[in-house]
């Protein structure tokens, strides 16, 4: 009986170890905690490239940011992900690349006094402002990532 015992256990630890290869996470991942709840800096923009950049205390947030004209409620996410930083249109849409990727989000309008910014290359300042400062955006922008596949 003491046989079968240590056979039985044996098995066990050799499956056991089979099933956690199959869960590990493949090499260069990272592990990221983006939590909405905290403000971040706006680390700066480039209107020319159309990146921005945004610290936490747990790193920092970049991605690019759009013109165009699709949904136009701040958070809601484009039905056009197709959009290029080289677009044109009345509202601006950021999209993160960095820690993680997200669909374009609605960051604001720009034109026709809907909004804050008065021309397109001010857009890429507003996702950096945006997602340091504005708590709805950030749930968006992080929770839309969470989305993609």
Not at 51 to 58: A, E, L, N, P
Request: glycine share 10%; aromatic share 12%.
């Amino acid at each position: 009986k003491m046989q079968k015992l240590w056979f039985g256990l044996f098995g066990i630890i050799i499956t056991t170890g089979a099933i956690a290869a199959d869960l590990c996470i493949k090499n260069d991942a990272m592990v990221v905690a983006m939590n909405p709840m905290y403000n971040g800096t706006a680390n700066g923009s480039d209107s020319v490239n159309k990146t921005w950049s945004t610290g936490f205390s747990y790193g920092t947030i970049s991605g690019i940011a759009a013109c165009a004209d699709d949904c136009n409620t701040m958070g809601c996410v484009a039905t056009n992900q197709n959009m290029t930083v080289y677009g044109n249109g009345s509202y601006c849409y950021c999209k993160m690349l960095k820690p993680a990727l997200s669909p374009w989000i609605h960051s604001g309008g720009y034109r026709y006094g809907s909004g804050v910014y008065n021309s397109c290359y001010q857009c890429v300042a507003g996702c950096a402002i945006n997602v340091a400062t504005v708590l709805d955006f950030r749930r968006a922008l992080f929770h839309s990532a969470n989305e993609l596949d």
